[in-house]
C-alpha cells in the first residue's frame, strides 16, 4: 500500500527566503508525481507534474525533483513571496492499483512580509 | 479551456437528510475523482469513474455512492447524512483512468451537516 508523507507539516519563513518542501513515498512503482497548491477552503491547483522517468521540473520560481529509487520529491521555491503563503500538497500516481492516486496531508507555508 | 466545475459550492445540510454533488470534468476528460478533505483525516478518496464505470472505491461506507453519465459528468450522493460527513468535497477530472495522467481540481463543495 502507497504511503505519501510531507515534512515538515508547517513552516515559517521571512519574504525573500529559499526553501524546500519534502515529499517521501514507500512504493517506488508510480507513473508520475504531482505538486499541488492549495489555498484556504479553496480546490487544489496543480503546479509540477513529475513522470517517473524524469528528474526534475521547472516553472517559474519553483523546482520540483524526483528521486523514485530512494521514494523522494523535493520542492524548491525561490524568493518566497507573502502570495506563496498556502498548503502544499504532493501525490503519487501508482501503476498498481489501478492508477489510483494517494496524497501526502500537505505542509502549510506561512511567508511573512 | 474550462476548468472543473463543481456545484453547488456551498450546502448546508441537516442530520439524516441526503445530499447530491455535481462536478463537470475538463471537456474531454473522462475520469473523475471524488476525495473528502477533512482538517483531521486529510484528502482520502472515495471513488473514481471512467466511462461511466467505477474503477476504484476507497473506505467510506455504503452511503457513499456517485455515478457518472454518458457526458462524463459526475454525481456523488450521500445519504442519512452525518455530523462527520461535514468536509471540503473535491473532485478531480483527468483525461483517462489506469494510466499516465495529469489531475485537474474543481474548486470544491462544502458541506456543513448540523
Redesign the interface.
Same mark, same amino acid.
Not at chain 1, 491547483?45 to 513529475?50: A, E, G, M, N, Q
Not at chain 1, 521555491?77 to 494517494?102: E, F, H, M
Given at each position: 500500500k502507497q504511503e505519501v508523507t510531507q515534512i515538515p507539516a508547517a513552516l515559517s519563513v521571512p519574504e525573500g527566503e529559499n526553501l524546500v518542501l519534502n515529499c517521501s513515498f514507500t512504493d517506488s512503482a508510480i507513473?508520475?508525481l504531482?505538486w499541488?497548491r492549495q489555498d484556504p477552503?479553496?480546490?487544489?491547483? $496543480?503546479l509540477l507534474?513529475i513522470? $517517473?522517468s524524469q528528474r526534475e521540473q521547472t516553472s517559474g520560481r519553483l523546482n520540483a525533483s524526483l528521486d523514485k529509487s530512494s521514494g523522494r520529491s523535493t520542492l524548491y521555491i525561490a524568493a518566497s513571496q507573502p502570495g506563496d503563503s498556502a498548503t502544499y500538497?504532493c501525490?503519487v500516481?501508482s501503476r498498481t492499483?489501478?492508477?489510483? $492516486?494517494?496524497?501526502?496531508?500537505?505542509t502549510t507555508l506561512t511567508v511573512k512580509p | 479551456k474550462a476548468g472543473v466545475t463543481q456545484t453547488p459550492r456551498y450546502l448546508i445540510k441537516t442530520r439524516g437528510q441526503q445530499v447530491t454533488l455535481s462536478c463537470s470534468p475538463i471537456s474531454g476528460h473522462r475520469s473523475v475523482s471524488w476525495y473528502q478533505q477533512t482538517p483531521g483525516q486529510g484528502l482520502q478518496f472515495l471513488f473514481e469513474y471512467f466511462s461511466e464505470t467505477q474503477r476504484n472505491k476507497g473506505n467510506f461506507p455504503g452511503r457513499f455512492s456517485g455515478r457518472q453519465f454518458s457526458n462524463s459528468r459526475s454525481e456523488m450522493n450521500v445519504s442519512t447524512l452525518e455530523l462527520g460527513d461535514s468536509a471540503l468535497y473535491l473532485c478531480a477530472s483527468s483525461l483517462g483512468a489506469g494510466m499516465n495522467t495529469e489531475a485537474f481540481f474543481g474548486q470544491g463543495t462544502r458541506l456543513t451537516v448540523v
Amino acid at each position: 500500500k502507497q504511503e505519501v508523507t510531507q515534512i515538515p507539516a508547517a513552516l515559517s519563513v521571512p519574504e525573500g527566503e529559499n526553501l524546500v518542501l519534502n515529499c517521501s513515498f514507500t512504493d517506488s512503482a508510480i507513473y508520475n508525481l504531482q505538486w499541488f497548491r492549495q489555498d484556504p477552503g479553496k480546490g487544489l491547483t $496543480s503546479l509540477l507534474l513529475i513522470q $517517473s522517468s524524469q528528474r526534475e521540473q521547472t516553472s517559474g520560481r519553483l523546482n520540483a525533483s524526483l528521486d523514485k529509487s530512494s521514494g523522494r520529491s523535493t520542492l524548491y521555491i525561490a524568493a518566497s513571496q507573502p502570495g506563496d503563503s498556502a498548503t502544499y500538497l504532493c501525490a503519487v500516481q501508482s501503476r498498481t492499483n489501478a492508477g489510483k $492516486s494517494t496524497f501526502g496531508d500537505g505542509t502549510t507555508l506561512t511567508v511573512k512580509p | 479551456k474550462a476548468g472543473v466545475t463543481q456545484t453547488p459550492r456551498y450546502l448546508i445540510k441537516t442530520r439524516g437528510q441526503q445530499v447530491t454533488l455535481s462536478c463537470s470534468p475538463i471537456s474531454g476528460h473522462r475520469s473523475v475523482s471524488w476525495y473528502q478533505q477533512t482538517p483531521g483525516q486529510g484528502l482520502q478518496f472515495l471513488f473514481e469513474y471512467f466511462s461511466e464505470t467505477q474503477r476504484n472505491k476507497g473506505n467510506f461506507p455504503g452511503r457513499f455512492s456517485g455515478r457518472q453519465f454518458s457526458n462524463s459528468r459526475s454525481e456523488m450522493n450521500v445519504s442519512t447524512l452525518e455530523l462527520g460527513d461535514s468536509a471540503l468535497y473535491l473532485c478531480a477530472s483527468s483525461l483517462g483512468a489506469g494510466m499516465n495522467t495529469e489531475a485537474f481540481f474543481g474548486q470544491g463543495t462544502r458541506l456543513t451537516v448540523v
